[in-house]
Nanobody, 118 residues
Framework: QVQLVESGGGLVQAGGSLRLSCVAS????????MGWYRQAPGKQRELVAK???????NYADSVNGRFTISRDSAKNTVYLQMNSLKPEDTGVYYC????????????WGQGTQVTVSS
């Protein structure tokens, strides 16, 4: 089991920046994938970015070049640096932990709201 707590959301103007943080209740060193997802009103939850244990990253096309995901195992924390924000980035952002524990598991945080005004 792992509990995840996100922070760093808020209201920002288009073109601005935010940094989201996700603190895990236990070491993330052994967790294969950590990621950020978002859900806009009336839409399905979608992958924004994920980072593997070895540091390999993947991004949604819509955020590639603007967002950066990173992980600090010493602090049990994953970050999402979001630059050049657009109104379409608005949504609830969720942290995800995807470890292999005999089977693949998914753990989710409670979410943090990001609102980008035009």
């Amino acid at each position: 089991q792992v509990q995840l707590v996100e922070s760093g959301g808020g209201l920002v103007q288009a073109g601005g920046s935010l940094r989201l943080s996700c603190v895990a209740s236990r070491s993330i060193f052994s967790i294969t994938y950590m990621g950020w997802y978002r859900q806009a009103p009336g839409k399905q939850r979608e992958l924004v970015a994920k980072i593997a244990r070895g540091g390999t990253t993947n991004y949604a096309d819509s955020v590639n070049g603007r967002f950066t995901i990173s992980r600090d195992s010493a602090k049990n924390t994953v970050y999402l640096q979001m630059n050049s924000l657009k109104p379409e980035d608005t949504g609830v952002y969720y942290c995800n932990a995807n470890p292999f524990e005999g089977t693949w598991r998914d753990y989710w945080g409670q979410g943090t709201q990001v609102t980008v005004s035009s």
